[in-house]
């Protein structure tokens, strides 16, 4: 079945520095692909999506790019900031038999960015 | 983007009662919504899959008896915790999907505490 494998955390990282997440996926057909993030004691909250190959989503400084030959969707920024500690979860949309779809989730990754 | 409430954000419940928890779209109208349990630390675990008029279609060691749920209108999904026990003391997060794409709003989450 589809799944979703991303980098173990947690992730600790100063102020100003590059902040790589790793995520690749297993799926049959094209998937549509999320990064969520999620704050202390929030919910998700959906943060940026691609739904094709080489689509590059972005939002708030944060991109990631759906490399269809590596089956990848990487996290990028350039630049994190202490209000980027978060867990961040990737994902990807996966088909229902009553035409809808539901999202299959990474295990999430913890950021932790210090002053 | 779409916005999804649920209420209430936290209830502290004895062991052997029934806790409601609602979830709803606010600004549009959800044939589908999806209900998880997170529990601290960790990915997002689908429950069910909550659709509008028909019954839940429950993911595989979820007890169906235990966890109800009942989609009545297409803003409206409820999920009931019967006869509460302290291992069901976790967070408690739905979605809703907008219809006729695959991207899941999610709502803020209720913790529930069994003591």
């Known amino acids: 079945g589809n799944s979703v494998t991303q980098m173990e955390g947690p992730v600790t990282l100063s102020e100003e520095a590059f902040l790589t997440i790793n995520c690749t996926y297993t799926a049959t057909g094209y998937p549509s692909l999320f990064w969520y993030v999620q704050y202390p004691g929030e919910g998700l909250q959906l943060l940026l999506k691609a739904t094709k190959a080489d689509d590059k989503g972005s939002n708030k400084g944060f991109e990631a790019t759906y490399r269809k030959e590596t089956t990848s969707f990487h996290l990028e920024k350039g630049s994190v900031q202490v209000s980027d500690s978060a867990v961040y979860f990737c994902a990807l949309s996966d088909s229902l038999n009553t035409g809808g779809f539901k999202t299959i989730f990474g295990a999430g990754t913890r950021l932790f960015v210090k002053a | 983007g779409a916005v999804v409430s649920q209420h209430p954000s936290r209830v502290i419940c004895k062991s052997g009662t029934s806790v409601k928890i609602e979830c709803r779209s606010l600004?549009?109208?959800?044939?589908?919504m999806f209900w998880y349990r997170q529990f601290p630390k960790k990915s997002l675990m689908l429950m069910a899959t909550s659709n509008e008029g028909s019954k839940a279609t429950y993911e595989q060691g979820v007890e169906k008896d235990k966890f109800l749920i009942n989609h009545a209108s297409l803003t409206l999904s409820t999920l009931t915790v019967t006869s509460a026990h302290p291992e069901d003391s976790s967070f408690y997060i739905c979605s809703a999907s907008v219809p006729a794409t695959d991207t899941q709003y999610f709502g803020p989450g209720t913790r529930l505490t069994v003591l």
């Open positions: 600004d549009f109208q959800a044939t589908t």
